[in-house]
């Protein structure tokens, strides 16, 4: 009788969802190449102010009821792939990354060719016929990256033109933070990588990133009240003080019951999720969701983006433009899709092409929100902040404007100009300036 009661009290322990407490705490992204790219300074960035704050307080009222229902939409979206019965990715966006490397050449970042034998490899690993025969759920346990295809091998168009090579990796898709839930399609023939949908991008991460989850974990983990990181780079570590986890501003973690800690993902040592407590050094840096749409809020924000060099698809822990507007409204209960085209559709959107640049700034200004406001051209989307001695002033993660002779002056950076960067510069080409490009404004 004392082995069964033994035994069946150690099966309680292992079984248990939650386990010893982790702990956020402040901390920096790792340098690498990225923070050696050009950073190229326009007299906007010099001339006008740098710093969210003075723009906080042109901000129009938003209502709590508007924004919790949004609020409810974003969580909705974020749980999306649990509830999944199949794969649903339109059709037009599948296997865009064969069409891809089939069509030209592509490169390493040195300049040699990747030759078909090689991608006709990944290709083959990705075991395209296996599609969706898994249907598993799952959830990221660190911050990741999503490629296009099974392997960590970057790959470029000819490095030599301009707008191509480092740091355009095709194969970087995109990132996702910690505690994302998944939609395994299947794994590729090696085993080492998984074919997923998240709620805002698709395609393959690392099995070792992530833990199959079952229906008690989601019942602990979705439990309605979440909470999301308002300080960026902080770094999680576990109850041996060992480093787990960049965390990103942006993550999502649900409220714990004692309403003084949080829950997080985990995987053991046979893939499966468990559920941990993370305590956070500073309180101040992770709210409830949605945060208070307030001017003291949207500034310190703002300044929490601002600088961060310019990564392709979420590339070395940095964001390109459409994950800084994505991190900054998801904030605010403002759900936002992977890139900037899809983004441009999920607000309320006013055309605004075609006009004249005066008329144009003007109809901003009169039409725009000041930090809850997109603008957008095709492949690049800015967050409105408000104005300026008239002028438009918008924050973007911007990687450079266009010259004359074709090639970029490069920002490579999270930046704060008017809508005429480099204006002042004679080989600025005229009808490439974001002004004249500008297609829509998309309100929230």
Known sequence: MYKKLALATLLLISFSQLHADYLLKVSKRAHSKIDRMPK????????????PAYYANQIK???????????KKFNEKYFKPWSLSSLDLPKEDFGWEVRFIQKKPIYRANGSVISASIYNKWIDNAHYEALDSKKYKAITIKHTNVKALPTSTSFFRDPRKTGEGFPFDYNQNSSLHI???????????????????????????????????????????????????????????????KPLSIVKLGALFPIAKDAKSYLVAKRNHKGQGQIHKVKIQNP?????KPLAFTPKNVAMLAHEFYGEPYGWGGSYECRDCSATTRDFLGAFGIFLRRNSSKQAKDGTSIKIKNWTK?????????????????????????????????????????????????????????????TEPGKERRDVKENSKLINTLKSIVNF
């Open 179 to 241: 505690n994302v839930p998944l939609h395994i399609s299947h794994f590729s023939k090696d085993n080492r990588w998984a074919f997923v949908r998240a709620s805002y991008s698709f395609g393959w991460v690392k099995t070792s990133d992530l833990a199959l989850v079952d229906k008690k974990f989601i019942k602990t983990f979705k439990n309605g009240h979440y909470a999301m990181v308002i300080k960026d780079d902080m770094r999680l570590y576990d109850e041996h003080k």
């Open 358 to 418: 005066a008329y144009k700034k003007k109809f901003i200004n009169q039409n725009a929100k000041p930090f809850r406001s997109l603008l957008y051209v095709p492949g690049h989307i800015v967050l409105y902040l408000g104005q300026f001695k008239g002028e438009p002033v918008i924050m973007h993660t911007y990687w450079g404007i266009r010259k004359k002779d074709g090639s970029k002056l490069v920002t490579g950076r999270t930046i704060i100009t008017t």
């Open 284 to 288: 101040k840096y992770i709210t409830k």
């Open 61 to 71: 009222p938003f209502s709590k009821s508007r924004q919790k229902k949004l609020d």
């Open 40 to 51: 190229g300074v326009v007299r906007d960035m010099k001339k006008i102010p740098q710093n």
